[in-house]
C-alpha cells in the first residue's frame, strides 16, 4: 500500500494542493496538482477522472457491456476487434507474461472465478474445478492479430481479467491527458493504496514526489520512500483480500503457473516508466519473490522493487539514495 505524503518534507512554505478525487475501478482515484502550476487545475484534474470513468465502463469485468466482457463472450469462436489502445494494452501484457515467465498473466479470469476472488468470496476450488479453469488460463491460448487488431481464444471458457493493470493503465491514459492535452506539468495521480503516476516533480523537491511505502501489516511502519519523476509505482499485497484455511493465509494474488496464491511474499512495489508496467511487475514481483524479482531487476534494469518476504526480510533492487529513503 502507499502512503502520498503531502507535502513533501522540504516543500516552500507556501505550498499547496489542488487535489480532486472519485470513486472507480472499486477505490478512489485522486489528481493532485500544486496550486499555481496550472491556470485551471480543478477542470483538468476533472477531465483525467472523466476519462478515468470511461476507461473503467471499457475494461471492467463487472458489466456486460464492457468491451472486455464482450470480448470474453465471443473471442473464442471468432476473432473479435478490438479498441486500438486496448490492442496495445493487451499486446503489452503479452510481452510482460513473457518477460516474467507467466508469473504475471492477465488471461486468468477462469482461475480467479474458481478460487471465489471475482465476487470477493474466497474458496479452495475442488481439484477437478481447479484442473478445468487451469485447462482454460493463460496468455499462451490467446491469439493476436496486429493488422486487424483482433484478438482470438483458442479455447472456450478462457477469459481476460484486467484487474492487475487496470489502474495503472487508467492512471498512465489520465496522466498522457493532463500532460498532452492539458498542459499540466507537475501533478501526482493514484488509484487507492496501489498505483500511482507522478508528473513532473513538486516544488522544492528535485528528487520527485515522495511516496512512502506502507507495511502490509504494521500500520506503524513503513518499508521506506520511493520518489517518482515521470514514473509509475505499483504495490501488490494480500493485505485485505484473503481467507484462513487449514491455518494457512490464502489471499486474491494468484500463481498463474501453478494456479495456487502465490506464498512466501508480503508485499511487492516496483516503480516503472509506466504506472501499467509498474502494477504488471509488481504482480509478478509479488508471485517471483525477492529472488525472482532481483534476477528480473538485472533482466530489466530500468525497473526499481522493494520486496517484503515473509518471514519478513526486505530487499530493495536497482534503487539509490536520490529515488528512495529507506525506513
Not at 516543500?11 to 493532485?32: G, I, K, Q, Y
Not at 472486455?68 to 471468432?78: E, H, P, T, W
Request: aromatic content about 8%; proline content about 8%.
Amino acid at each position: 500500500m502507499l502512503d502520498l505524503l503531502f507535502p513533501p518534507a522540504d516543500a516552500p512554505a507556501e505550498f499547496t494542493l489542488v487535489r480532486a478525487s472519485r470513486r472507480a475501478m472499486a477505490t478512489t482515484f485522486e489528481v493532485a496538482v500544486p496550486a499555481g502550476t496550472h491556470p485551471d487545475p480543478v477542470a483538468a484534474a476533472t477531465a483525467a477522472l472523466d476519462l478515468i470513468d470511461d476507461l473503467e465502463d471499457q475494461l471492467t469485468v463487472y458489466r456486460d457491456h464492457s468491451e472486455v466482457s464482450r470480448l470474453n463472450a465471443a473471442a473464442a469462436d471468432a476473432p473479435v476487434p478490438v479498441e486500438p489502445q486496448l490492442y496495445e494494452l493487451l499486446a503489452r501484457c503479452a510481452g510482460w507474461t513473457r518477460e516474467t515467465d507467466g508469473a504475471f498473466d492477465v488471461a486468468t479470469g477462469a482461475l480467479i472465478r474458481a478460487w471465489g476472488f471475482l465476487r470477493r468470496e474466497g474458496r479452495v476450488p475442488a481439484a477437478k474445478t481447479l484442473s478445468a479453469a487451469m485447462s482454460r488460463t493463460g496468455f499462451r491460448h490467446v491469439v493476436l492479430d496486429p493488422d486487424g487488431r483482433a484478438v482470438k481464444f483458442r479455447v472456450a471458457g478462457l477469459e481476460i481479467n484486467l484487474g492487475a493493470v487496470g489502474k495503472g493503465y487508467a492512471l498512465d491514459r489520465a496522466a498522457r491527458l493532463l500532460r498532452d492535452g492539458w498542459g499540466v506539468s507537475s501533478a501526482l495521480l493514484h488509484g487507492g493504496g496501489s498505483s500511482a503516476y507522478a508528473i513532473g516533480r513538486p516544488p522544492g523537491e528535485p528528487r520527485g514526489w515522495p511516496v512512502r511505502l506502507r507495511h502490509p501489516t504494521d500500520p506503524d511502519a513503513s518499508l521506506g520512500t520511493v520518489y517518482l519523476r515521470d514514473r509509475g509505482l505499483g504495490t501488490s499485497a494480500a493485505t485485505f483480500q484473503f481467507f484462513e484455511y487449514n491455518g494457512r493465509k490464502l489471499g486474491h494474488l494468484l500463481d498463474p503457473r501453478t494456479g495456487w496464491p502465490a506464498a512466501g511474499t508480503a508485499s511487492a512495489s516496483v516503480a516503472a516508466g509506466t504506472a501499467a508496467e509498474a502494477d504488471a511487475m509488481s504482480t509478478a514481483a509479488f508471485v517471483l519473490g525477492p529472488a525472482g524479482t532481483e534476477t528480473l531487476t538485472r533482466l530489466k534494469p530500468a525497473l526499481a522493487a522493494v520486496v517484503l518476504a515473509d518471514p519478513p526480510a526486505l530487499t530493495a533492487l536497482n534503487l539509490d539514495p536520490d529515488s528512495y529513503t529507506a525506513p
